[in-house]
T-cell receptor
Framework: GEKVEQHESTLSVREGDSAVINCTYT??????FPWYKQEAGKSLHFVID?????DRKQSQRLTVLLDKKAKRFSLHITATQPEDSAIYFC???????????FGKGTSLVVHP | AQTIHQWPVAEIKAVGSPLSLGCTIK??????LYWYWQATGGTLQQLFY??????VESVVQLNLSASRPKDDQFILSTEKLLLSHSGFYLC?????????????FGPGTRLTVL
């Protein structure tokens, strides 16, 4: 089955700097790659996703890049703010698969 | 607008006691529904999913069961709790066009088994 590895378990940046979180996957059939954010003590909420028919997607300060050849996708956050501090989870799945595989999460800390 | 509600917010239960957790989605017909368990430390484990009323698929065996008695309701239960059941239980829904859809998570239920 699919395996998703989230490479950074923790990431510490200064406010205003950029942060990058990297994930790799194993199943070439995976075609949908969402990212979720979990603030301390709270549930998860969706932040951005990318599908395999594109290699880049941007939403305000967030950009997701997808390299299908390397089976790698990454979340880029620019101009980080303290409220970006949270655990970020990447995931991989496909249309016929209702069992997304999640990475173990990256704890991002943005220092003022 | 769609809303997702989970109950209870938190539970403290004894080992060996029964458990029932609930999840309701309003404002969306025929959603895909999911149950997740998050251990202390953050790893997220999918437990069940359901794409239609009365049909539930198990993803992992953790001595838990799930049912979908109504289109908008998803229930997680067990007759006998184990210490290892402690954690954060999350219900989620997605649009019904397939597995490749963003999931909307409920606020979660914190379960402590003593």
């Amino acid at each position: 089955g699919e395996k998703v590895e989230q490479h950074e378990s923790t990431l510490s940046v200064r406010e205003g700097d950029s942060a990058v979180i990297n994930c790799t996957y194993t199943d070439t059939a995976s075609s949908y790659f969402p990212w979720y954010k979990q603030e301390a003590g709270k549930s998860l909420h969706f932040v951005i996703d990318i599908r395999s028919n594109v290699d880049r997607k941007q939403s305000q300060r967030l950009t997701v890049l997808l390299d299908k050849k390397a089976k790698r996708f990454s979340l880029h956050i620019t101009a980080t703010q303290p409220e970006d501090s949270a655990i970020y989870f990447c995931a991989a799945t496909s249309g016929g698969n209702y069992k997304p595989t999640f990475g173990k999460g990256t704890s991002l800390v943005v220092h003022p | 607008a769609q809303t997702i509600h989970q109950w209870p917010v938190a539970e403290i239960k004894a080992v060996g006691s029964p458990l029932s957790l609930g999840c309701t989605i309003k404002g969306k017909s025929s959603p895909n529904l999911y149950w997740y368990w998050q251990a202390t430390g953050g790893t997220l484990q999918q437990l069940f999913y359901s794409i239609t009323v009365g049909q539930v698929e198990s993803v992992v065996q953790l001595n838990l069961s799930a049912s979908r008695p109504k289109d908008d309701q998803f229930i997680l239960s067990t007759e006998k709790l184990l210490l290892s059941h402690s954690g954060f239980y999350l219900c989620a829904w997605s649009f019904d066009w397939g597995g490749d859809a963003e999931q909307f998570f409920g606020p979660g239920t914190r379960l402590t088994v003593l």
